[in-house]
């Protein structure tokens, strides 16, 4: 039972950290971690554009995650009441994070718009 808290709480940890670094412009552009499309990964400065934009949401993302799986590993509920912990949980930092995609990947459009007007 303890896993089932352990691993929404590491991942809203790694998700905030991701948020934190994207809300600074200390998130690199690579091929694991942040928003991932063409055209966020087309350059550096749609990428940081993107992640700007949608830092807020990865943030709410992971501070969801991380509340779900602590919140498992302080009740230690049952097996049902895990599995609506789990699943309200996870519905609501999922829905956050494609909120956070397609936030970003408008601010990235916004900035390829912007080049094509010059």
Known sequence: MVLVGVIPTLGGILILWVGALAAT???PRN???G??????LRDDETWYAAHRTG??????????????GLLVLVLRP???EVVTILLI???????CAIVA????QRAARRVLAARSDR
Do not use: E, K, Y
Request: charged share 15%; net charge neutral.
């Open 25 to 27: 412009d200390r998130l």
């Open 31 to 33: 091929g694991w971690a």
């Open 35 to 40: 928003i991932r499309t063409m055209t966020t």
């Open 55 to 68: 830092s807020r949401w990865l943030l709410a993302s992971g501070g969801l995650a991380l509340a779900t």
């Open 78 to 80: 049952d097996d049902t």
């Open 89 to 95: 949980g996870g519905l609501a930092c999922g829905g």
């Open 101 to 104: 995609g397609i936030t970003g």
